[in-house]
């Protein structure tokens, strides 16, 4: 996989009822230069797993600030492009918050592509 953020994201299979991890993506708060969201993981499943939230925005976002309880780490993919991970495993049955602070020079509330594991996160 390229790192170029140019290229275009492939399509998604969305989430089934019952997979082992879903995650959803949601704004709280936004103004000319920031965005506020939230972004939910679960896990569904009957043993503890490792997650990676991919988020890709397709123009204005220049920046992001996680911050959660557990703890949650940010790598920069490309102009846009973002992969947030927990720092540890989510037990099985339960979920985890993560608060989101964008930066922006323009649009983009809602990324253009959210992935949890592989598999489309719920955005809204």
């Known amino acids: 996989m390229s790192d170029d953020a140019t290229t275009a994201p492939a399509p998604v299979p969305p ?3 019952g997979a082992a ?3 959803s993506y ?3 708060d936004s103004g000319a230069d920031y965005v506020e969201a939230g972004l939910l993981v679960r896990n569904g499943t009957a043993r503890s797993a490792d997650w990676q939230v991919e988020l890709r925005f397709n123009g204005g976002v220049t ?3 996680a ?3 557990p703890g949650v780490s940010v790598t920069i993919r490309g102009s846009g492009w973002y992969l947030l991970s927990g720092t540890g495993q989510l037990d099985a ?3 985890q918050s993560v608060d989101l602070r964008l930066t922006r020079s323009g649009g983009g509330e809602h990324p253009a592509q959210c992935t949890v ?3 489309a ?3 809204n």
């Open 26 to 28: 949601q704004v709280q």
């Open 121 to 123: 996160c719920r955005v």
């Open 117 to 119: 594991n592989g598999l």
């Open 21 to 23: 991890l879903t995650a």
């Open 63 to 65: 920046g992001i600030r």
């Open 93 to 95: 049955g339960a979920q």
């Open 15 to 17: 989430a089934e009822e």
């Open 67 to 69: 911050s959660s309880g």
